[in-house]
């Protein structure tokens, strides 16, 4: 089994809608959690890291969930300029483990 | 202040042949990181470095990979005797000073091996 799991989609949305996307992990002791985003051709660029309590940043909303090991993306009001590839990233500190998922691919259509 | 650079951006080998992948961290991260992209997949853990010692190099494929940071900035990443495997985009990325820290990471060298 992977350590990180994303579906890969593709998600194709109309503008304005809310987009979800999960991420799951293998390993109970994975201690750190972030969402990038990866635009084509580019490098991943940092989005936003995910804490237990849950946190926002404008649209987009991140959770991490323990109990069951996953964490989530949400999207709200897509916005054409949102189109790109989420990348979630769990990082276990013991052995330096740094795992990226397959990542999952967004198109807002106008 | 610059970002991550890399380079060279593309490199074309020949199967056979050693490459050498440069990474210049941004300046005064102590952490520095290589990650392996195939086409499709997400990016996959190679070596990590904090400050010039290799801390875990669990994640390169093979001993034809090999990494060094000697001064604990520029980083090189070298592959001898390449295969068509090989073929991808290998990324640098550098964080402050944890693992925990932002990665920041460099616009990529795509291989493609012949």
């Known amino acids: 089994r992977k350590e990180v799991e994303q579906d890969p989609g593709p998600f194709n949305v109309p503008e304005g809608a809310t987009v979800a996307f999960n991420c799951t992990y293998s390993n109970s002791a994975s201690q750190s959690f972030f969402w990038y985003r990866q635009d084509c051709r580019k490098e991943p660029k940092l989005l936003m890291s995910?804490?237990?309590s849950g946190n926002e940043d404008g649209r987009f909303t991140a959770q991490l969930n323990r109990a069951s090991q996953y964490i989530s993306l949400l999207i709200r009001d897509s916005k054409l300029s949102d189109s790109a590839t989420y990348l979630c990233v769990v990082i276990r500190f013991t052995g330096n483990q740094f795992y990226f998922g397959t990542g999952t691919s967004l198109t807002v259509i106008p | 202040g610059a970002g991550v650079s890399q380079s060279p951006r593309y490199k074309v080998a020949k199967r056979g042949q050693d490459v050498a992948l440069r990474c210049d961290p941004i300046?005064?991260?102590?952490?520095l990181f290589w990650y392996q992209q195939a086409l499709g997949q997400g990016p996959e853990f190679l070596t990590y470095f904090q400050n010039e010692a290799q801390l875990d190099k669990s994640g390169l494929p093979s001993d034809r990979f090999f990494a060094e940071r000697p001064e604990g900035s520029v980083s090189t990443l070298k592959i001898q005797r390449t295969q068509q495997e090989d073929s991808a985009v290998y990324l640098c990325?550098?964080?402050?000073?944890?693992?925990?820290?932002?990665?920041?990471f460099g616009p990529g060298t795509r291989l493609t091996v012949l």
């Open positions: 300046s005064g991260h102590v952490s």
């Open positions: 995910v804490y237990s």
């Open positions: 990325a550098s964080s402050f000073r944890r693992e925990t820290d932002t990665q920041y």
